[in-house]
Every structure is written in structure tokens, then in C-alpha cells.
């Protein structure tokens, strides 16, 4: 009787603690993503998801749908379902000139006779719109325009994005329906892009397409990492409160809700001023993180928008006053071939230079020889060009008409063939060039190639990874070409070199000292900065991070096998590949100690997850758990510290057998094993999670 009383007030215990991780996550994640201003570290913010998952694994009953936790994507849907949207989602009407905008201006002033209204000026982001439903304060459904009256219901994949609440407060309408527009920042685009190209994937277009991609995923897994942001653009419609006249206190309203509605918009008074906002932004859109193609002009007053109603399927109160396009023809002299960092070799466009929005464009990325083929780029052809914002220039595609039968397909190992050696040969170090397994990318495969060396100090420093200033792309170059380093793990050695670095070019004292200086303070930089500084390939920031969190430290990750990284689900056999045949290679594992003894950070610092009483203790799994999937079990057995083997042997502690065994609880059994029951497995957990 006394346990019973105890366990029901321990529930009590664990709802109130869950209830405070969750306030506490929303709080971070709306600081964080809505408005910019985080007061917790990016590892605190972790160790709080941290505990609140290993909470809700412990305490399944207790999981709500609007949980923090829901977000990292659920389980793959078949298709997409269908949504009816309730009020049709439209679309705008467009002026591409100021002649058009006063057109619509006079149209509209004409028909509202002398009554007074005002403007609400906003961005037109280049993503997707999507309409978000929350009945009773919680997000039911998310869903695509479609076709205006039917979109797709991309509701888990929306829910992974961490500006989207998943509930809101009481004060607001029992059921609603909110636009906004999805989009992808410009560098998460870049990023993006550049994974696919290295991976032989065709490429996104534009960050619309990106992220329009990136929402109709079929995994939300996938989704979930993406860098997906949204901005609330207007109430659908709301049921069961009075709801504010005006569309800018409505995004105000909204606003109080905790959606994230852009700082940009503006509340004006004349069509001038409306001019005015255009002129600026045409001028600024450069900085903006994300791609713009113009603004939106809306009629503040929700009564008059109304009386104006809609022509089509385009409202008469509002209207997209286009920026001019940022695209421009010219012709594509030649297809060159660059050696990357690891060993990828790209070819990119040397072009007739051309100015494009005000930016002279002499170069362009081609990505990969598949992808020039698809595009039918031939060297001699007029090309389009387009250049957005800090993107990279693309090469849209040939212009056919003006073809004059000259142009020269491109081909890759025609174009890197070696007379003296007979044969196509990295154009750096005249190694011969290999095509990977799947066969769209060449490589040189010369990990000594001078190309791929002064790269990858690059990257070693760059910003994202261990951050070095004062070494970017030149001094990188000179380092290597001066003899001061051989490779990456050198830069620790150069304190004791000063007099040589003071005698390169444009080095003076003060610049020398805070080089090393920030050589010195890089050796601090987390873990999982170090494995994507590391320079593998197929590994970005995402997947160093997951190798970070899965291994711990950079002797386990190197002795990994090929299994252990398959088994990680976000992990593909690309990658696995690539990060075993990494680690396979002496040079890189004699790099590797180089910077740990340099002392280099080589093992994930945490504040050690509470609760590690499974510490070290080696765990194999048989047969089928009735509530736990395989993988679920696994991630609880390591959130306390345990180990998970697929195979028994002399050091498992216990072997969890749940229905239908298989061999290896013979296995066990002969070598005295303790067995646990799912129920007692479930118990340990539970035991170790009370102890927190
Ligand atoms: S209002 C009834 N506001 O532009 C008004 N749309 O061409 C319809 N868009 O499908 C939308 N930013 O995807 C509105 N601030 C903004 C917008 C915006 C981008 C997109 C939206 C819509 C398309 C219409």
C-alpha cells in the first residue's frame, strides 16, 4: 500500500518535471527561433532535450502530442493525404513596373470612393505557403496550397520546424487557420546544394524549390534536417473570438501567440512611401538571409479588403510588386576542372563577364559532369545566368535558340587527358582520376595532392570548424607552399616557428601573435567542430554532430566498424563508407593523434547525463520487445551510459530477451549471462531514471 502511494506520487513528480522541461524548451525555442535572442548555449538547450526525451522514454503514458520531443520527425508516411482548405489559399496579382503598382493604386482607391486606408508593406520570401490549422490551442494539421482549394497534409514534416509553435496559448481562438510562407535560408540553400552536388544528387534550382523539397519529404526525418524557417503572413480565419479589424494588428495578434511574423513589415500611410520601401529593399535584399523577389502590398483595413474582394483567384487588396530578376545571358567560354578538398573534381564555368544586378559574374558553379548533361551545357553556348543574392551564380541552362552549332559537349576525362601519360589525370598533381561506386563523380585520389592539401587546411579553419582567423584561402596556400605545414595538425606546431611565419608576406608581429594566439584557442573547440573539421567526406556539420553524439570521443569514432555506423539511422552507407575508409588510412590516424596530443579537444565534453549507473555496461538485445522497437531500446540503454552489442560475448552484462529468442540466448545461457525479461528491462530503466 505504501509503494502504491509512493509510485502515484512520484508520477505526480515526474508529469510536474516534464511539464517544466517542456515550458522551458518552448520558452528556448521561441527566444531562439522566433525571436532571435537565445539566453541558453546551444549545449544547455541539448542537455534539456536530452533529459526530457530520456523522461518520456522512461514515462511513455505521459508523451503529448505538442511535446518538443515530437518534432524531430515521426515515422515515414505512405503519401501525402489531402486537405480541403476551408477558405480557398490564393494568389497575387503582380506589378512589375511603378506604372503597374499606381494602376492597381487608382483601381482600388476609385473603388473605395474616398474611404481612408493604409498599407501593411511585407517581403515576398521566395518558399512555399502553407497553411497551419490549431484547434484548442494545439496545431492539428499543416498543409500545402495545392491547387488553392486542396493541398497536401505535410503536417509532421511541418512540425519540425522550430518556429512553427505547436501550441498556443489559451487566449487564443478556439480553432484558427494561419498562412505563412516556408522558405530555406540562403546558406542553409548553399549547403544544401553543395551535399547534393558531392553526392551526385540533381541540384535544387532556387531556395523555393529547395525548400518546397524539403517539406514534401516522405521521411520528416529528413525534413527535420533542414533548415526549414517560416514567417506568418495572415490569418486564414478564426472561429469563436473577436478577432482585431486591421491586418496589422492581426499580425500583431498573431505575434502574441508566439508566431513568427517578419520584423520587416511595415505599416504606411501613402503609395510614396510604399515606392520608398520597395526602392530600399531592392537595394538591401542582398543582405537578407533569405531570397526575396519582390514585396507584398496589402490593405491594412480588414473591412475594406472585404468590399474589394477578389478578381480570380487573386485578391484585389493586395499585390506583389516584383523585384526585376536577377538573371542575365552570356556566353560560356570554357568548362573548367577544379580539384576539391577531397579530391572531388569539379568542373565550373569560365564565362564572358557579365553584370548581373550590379555584380560583374565571371565564374560558375557546375557541380558535376551528370548535371551539365542534364542541362545540355555545352562550351560555346549562350547561357542564363542567375545570381541570387549571395548565392553562388548558377548556370540555369543553355539558350537553344541561339546555338550555332559549334558548341563543344562537354566531357570530363577528354577534357583532363594527359598527353604525356596517356591518360585523363588530376590537373594539379597529374594523378590518375577514379569515378566513385555510384559513378557520377571523379576523384583524384591522391590524398598528397597540393590541391587537396591547402584545401583541406582550409577548411580545418574555416569558420564553421575549428574557426582560426587570419588563416583563410591565401595564407592557407602559403603555409603549404612555404614548407610551415604539411597538413593540418602542423598549425600546432607553429607557435615554435614565429620567426618563419614573421618572414612571410604581409606578417607583422601583432598579426603573427594573433594567429597563434587563435591556433592556440581553436584547441578548445567542441568535438563535433573537430570531426567536420577533420575534412571527411560525405560529412557535414549534421552528420559530425550525430557522430559526436554516438561515439563520444575521436578514439572510439576511429575504431568504429562499418556496422556500428549503418546501424545509425540517419546514417547512409555513403557515409559509413567514407568515414570507415577515413579512419582505415594510417595518415589520417597519425594526423589524429598529432592533434590530440597538441591537445586538441578529442572527446565530447559534457556535463556527464545524470543517471549513468548503466555506464559501461555491455547490453544485447533478442528476440521481439512487445513496447519498445529494437532501435528505441538501444537509444535508452545509451542515454544512461550503457553499451548495445549485436553479439553475446564474455563481457555482456545482460542480454534482454523478448519474444521468439533467437541462438544467442543459448549463447548466454552457456556462458551464465544474466537474462532480463522486457518487464525487468523496463524496470532497470525505470530504476535508473528515478535515481535522477
Ligand atoms: S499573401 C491573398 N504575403 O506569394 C494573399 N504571400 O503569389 C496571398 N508569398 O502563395 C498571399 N510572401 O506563397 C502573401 N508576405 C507575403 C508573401 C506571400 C510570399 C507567396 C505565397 C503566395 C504567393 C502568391
Known amino acids: 500500500m505504501e509503494n502504491t502511494v509512493f509510485y502515484m506520487v512520484n508520477l505526480v513528480k515526474v508529469k510536474q518535471s516534464l511539464e517544466r522541461l517542456r515550458v522551458s524548451i518552448n520558452r528556448h525555442n521561441y527566444l531562439y527561433h522566433v525571436l532571435n535572442i537565445p539566453e541558453i548555449s546551444d549545449a544547455e538547450y541539448d542537455a534539456l532535450m536530452r533529459e526530457l526525451k530520456q523522461l518520456e522514454a522512461a514515462y511513455p503514458q505521459f508523451v503529448v502530442l505538442d511535446s518538443p520531443t515530437q518534432r524531430v520527425g515521426a515515422a515515414p508516411v505512405k503519401a501525402f493525404g489531402v486537405i480541403n482548405h476551408s477558405l ?14 499606381l494602376a492597381w493604386y487608382s483601381r482600388i482607391s476609385k473603388i473605395l470612393d474616398g474611404q481612408q486606408f493604409n498599407f501593411v508593406c511585407e517581403h515576398k520570401i521566395d518558399g512555399l505557403a502553407v497553411a497551419l490549422t490549431y484547434v484548442n490551442g494545439q496545431l492539428t494539421t499543416g498543409a500545402t496550397r495545392g491547387d488553392g482549394s486542396r493541398g497536401e497534409d505535410i503536417t509532421q514534416n511541418l512540425k519540425t520546424i522550430r518556429s512553427i509553435p505547436l501550441s498556443v496559448s489559451g487566449d487564443a481562438p478556439p480553432r484558427f487557420e494561419v498562412r505563412g510562407e516556408v522558405f530555406l535560408p540562403k546558406d542553409g540553400f548553399n549547403r544544401l546544394n553543395r551535399e547534393r552536388a558531392e553526392n551526385g544528387l540533381p541540384l535544387f534550382a532556387n531556395p523555393r524549390n529547395a525548400a518546397a523539397g524539403s517539406v514534401r519529404q516522405l521521411d520528416p526525418r529528413i525534413t527535420a534536417k533542414r533548415p526549414l524557417d517560416i514567417y506568418i503572413y495572415m ?15 492581426t499580425l500583431e495578434y498573431l505575434q502574441s501567440f508566439g508566431f513568427k511574423v517578419s520584423p520587416k513589415n511595415k505599416l504606411l500611410d501613402s503609395i510614396t512611401k510604399v515606392e520608398d520601401f520597395y526602392h530600399i529593399w531592392l537595394e538591401r535584399r542582398k543582405s537578407l538571409p533569405y531570397e526575396t523577389d519582390g514585396i507584398v502590398v496589402k490593405i491594412n483595413q480588414l473591412g475594406l479588403q472585404e468590399i474589394l474582394g477578389n478578381v480570380g483567384h487573386e485578391p484585389r487588396w493586395a499585390i506583389a510588386y516584383k523585384f526585376p530578376p ?12 577544379s580539384v576539391g578538398r577531397t579530391g572531388t573534381l569539379n568542373p565550373y564555368a569560365v564565362l564572358e563577364s557579365v553584370s548581373i544586378g550590379g555584380v ?32 553562388i551564380p548558377q548556370i540555369i541552362g543553355p539558350v537553344l535558340a541561339k546555338r550555332s552549332g559549334k558548341e563543344k559537349e562537354f566531357n570530363l576525362s577528354e577534357k583532363l587527358y594527359n598527353s604525356s601519360k596517356k591518360r585523363p589525370a588530376c590537373p594539379v598533381c597529374e594523378s590518375e582520376i577514379i569515378k566513385t561506386e555510384a559513378e557520377v563523380m571523379y576523384y583524384c585520389p591522391n590524398v598528397a595532392c597540393p590541391a587537396q592539401i591547402k584545401q583541406r587546411l582550409e577548411h580545418f579553419a574555416s569558420r564553421g570548424a575549428m574557426d582560426i582567423r587570419g588563416i583563410g584561402k591565401s595564407m592557407s596556400a602559403l603555409l603549404i607552399e612555404r614548407g610551415l605545414v604539411g597538413n593540418f595538425s602542423d598549425l600546432y606546431c607553429l607557435k615554435d616557428k614565429k620567426n618563419e611565419l614573421l618572414s612571410l608576406e604581409g606578417m607583422a608581429e601583432k598579426s603573427t601573435t594573433n594567429m597563434i594566439d587563435a591556433i592556440e ?7 563535433a567542430r573537430v570531426v567536420y573539421a577533420l575534412g571527411i567526406r560525405h560529412v557535414g556539420t549534421e552528420t559530425a554532430e550525430i557522430l559526436t553524439k554516438e561515439f563520444g570521443s575521436l578514439e572510439t569514432l576511429a575504431n568504429a566498424l562499418k556496422e556500428q555506423f549503418s546501424s545509425i539511422p540517419t546514417i547512409g552507407p555513403k557515409i559509413a563508407d567514407s568515414v570507415t575508409a577515413f579512419f582505415d588510412n594510417e595518415e589520417n590516424i597519425w594526423i589524429i593523434e598529432k592533434l590530440r596530443k597538441a591537445g586538441v579537444q578529442s572527446e565530447k565534453k559534457v556535463a556527464k547525463p545524470k543517471g549513468q549507473l548503466l555506464s559501461g555496461q555491455e547490453f544485447v538485445i533478442t528476440g521481439r520487445l512487445d513496447r519498445f522497437t529494437r532501435h528505441a531500446a538501444e537509444v535508452q540503454i545509451k542515454a544512461l551510459g550503457g553499451i548495445t552489442r549485436s553479439d553475446v560475448t564474455g563481457k555482456t552484462k545482460y542480454l534482454v530477451t523478448g519474444a521468439d529468442p533467437g541462438s544467442k540466448l543459448k549463447r548466454a545461457r552457456a556462458l551464465g549471462i544474466k537474462q532480463l525479461t522486457e518487464d525487468e528491462f523496463r524496470r532497470l530503466l525505470e530504476k535508473q531514471h528515478r535515481f535522477t
Not at 473570438?241 to 494588428?249: M, N, R
Not at 560583374?360 to 542567375?386: C, F, P, S, Y
Open 88 to 101: 480557398p489559399l490564393l494568389s497575387l496579382n503582380n506589378a512589375f513596373s511603378k506604372e503597374e503598382l
Open 235 to 249: 490569418l486564414g480565419y478564426a472561429e469563436g473570438k473577436v478577432i482585431p479589424q486591421t491586418h496589422w494588428e
Open 326 to 337: 536577377v538573371q542575365g545571358t552570356t556566353t560560356l567560354r570554357e568548362i573548367r576542372v
Open 360 to 391: 560583374t559574374i565571371r565564374q560558375a558553379a557546375l557541380h558535376n559532369e551528370d548535371d551539365i548533361r542534364r542541362k545540355d551545357i555545352r562550351e560555346g553556348d549562350t547561357v542564363i545566368i542567375q545570381r541570387a543574392g549571395e548565392v
Open 521 to 527: 584557442k581553436s584547441k578548445k573547440q567542441p568535438l
